[in-house]
């Protein structure tokens, strides 16, 4: 019996510690169905194959399934990607115009900014991670990049390939994006984007919540407890995919990193708002109509961000030029 009940403390504590995700799985889904529908006919046509579609839309909580480990360095690696703690900037005293695309160079930004402000963070929770922003914008870039290259030797295999290499290099454009629409989606949960991620967090003059189950309401139990999302309704209001933009200067020219980055800042200023939507009884079950209309809104700005950067990675991505040589020489040596 001994033995019992510290097998259940322990999963309790498991449970107490997880970190909040952002959307449910149906949310993440939904996103990912509604970037699809925004896709143009001249997209290539194998994405839209049934099953491509599917497993674009499962793929949407593969990320999130890698948060249930208990192993805390897979935890240690995953879990500040899924977040971008905008607050904690001013801790570490850098201003967002002056953040690096590089994440390392970032990393680096961070422990200089240690090092000359004499910080003393903590270092002693689970998965050493806390008082750290995250790092959400490098991963939505990352991953986009990732996808772009999918595309690249895609292109150049669709030439110069096989058959079985065709099929592989497209499956592995449906993997890039739908890891790459997981990371998209959680942004447009402006809880991803604040320290204020589950509850009012310090000085707390407005009085907003700060009960533990906020960030699980707000991904999906509101919408469990008082209406689903209209998906129909949502694809009426979707423009199609559009090619983003590069700035011109060229340090912000890796991916479209600074894309990425104004899109979480958009989503930040929200918070405020969502808390006081919550404040106001609008997010309850009793009133539930103008805090649907705000959440329903921001599953649609995911999944218009999500369509144009799966849309521009594809009209993008150059032909792999070092595969084309690679396959040119296979191509004269079986002559």
């Known amino acids: 019996m001994a033995h019992a009940r510290a097998f259940l403390c322990l999963i309790l504590i498991f449970w107490a510690t997880k970190p909040a995700n952002a959307w449910d799985y149906e949310r993440h889904r939904l996103i990912n169905g509604l970037a699809l529908k925004s896709l143009p006919k001249e997209f290539p046509r194998f994405v839209l194959l049934p099953t491509n579609l599917e497993r674009v839309k499962f793929l949407a909580g593969e990320p999130d399934r890698w948060r249930n480990t208990r192993d805390r360095g897979l935890r240690h690696l995953n879990n500040p990607d899924h977040y971008f703690d905008v607050e904690y900037l001013e801790l570490y005293h850098i201003k967002t115009e002056t953040l690096s695309h590089f994440r390392y160079?970032?990393?680096?930004?961070?422990?200089?900014?240690?090092?000359?402000?004499?910080?003393?963070?903590?270092?002693?929770?689970?998965?050493?991670?806390?008082?750290?922003?995250?790092?959400?914008?490098?991963s939505i870039n990352e991953h986009y990049l990732k996808l772009l290259s999918a595309f690249s030797y895609l292109k150049v295999f669709e030439e110069m390939g096989t058959q079985q290499e065709i099929k592989n290099a497209q499956a592995n454009v449906i993997y890039r994006m739908g890891i790459l629409s997981h990371f998209v989606g959680d942004t447009s949960q402006p809880l991803h984007t604040t320290k204020h991620f589950n509850g009012w967090t310090g000085d707390n003059p407005n009085d907003y919540t700060t009960r533990r189950s906020f960030h699980s309401w707000i991904d999906g139990k509101f919408f469990i407890n008082t209406q689903p999302p209209n998906e129909v309704k949502l694809q009426k209001q979707l423009r199609p995919a559009k090619l983003l933009i590069r700035p011109e200067s060229k340090e912000l020219a890796s991916g479209?990193?600074?894309?990425?980055?104004?899109y979480i800042l958009k989503q930040h200023e929200l918070v405020v708002p969502l808390y006081q939507l919550d404040k106001d009884g609008h997010l309850s079950e009793d009133s539930p109509d103008k805090g649907r209309l705000f959440l329903e809104k921001q599953l649609l700005v995911g999944a218009q961000?999500?369509?144009?950067?799966?849309?521009?990675?594809?009209?993008?991505?150059?032909?792999?030029?070092?595969?084309?040589?690679?396959?040119?020489?296979?191509?004269?040596?079986?002559?």
């Open 105 to 138: 160079r970032f990393v680096e930004q961070m422990a200089n900014a240690r090092s000359k402000l004499k910080l003393e963070l903590p270092e002693a929770n689970a998965d050493h991670i806390k008082n750290y922003p995250g790092f959400l914008p490098w």
């Open 305 to 335: 961000m999500l369509g144009d950067l799966w849309f521009t990675a594809w009209k993008e991505a150059p032909p792999d030029r070092f595969l084309q040589g690679y396959l040119a020489k296979r191509k004269l040596n079986n002559k």
């Open 256 to 262: 479209h990193f600074q894309a990425s980055l104004n």
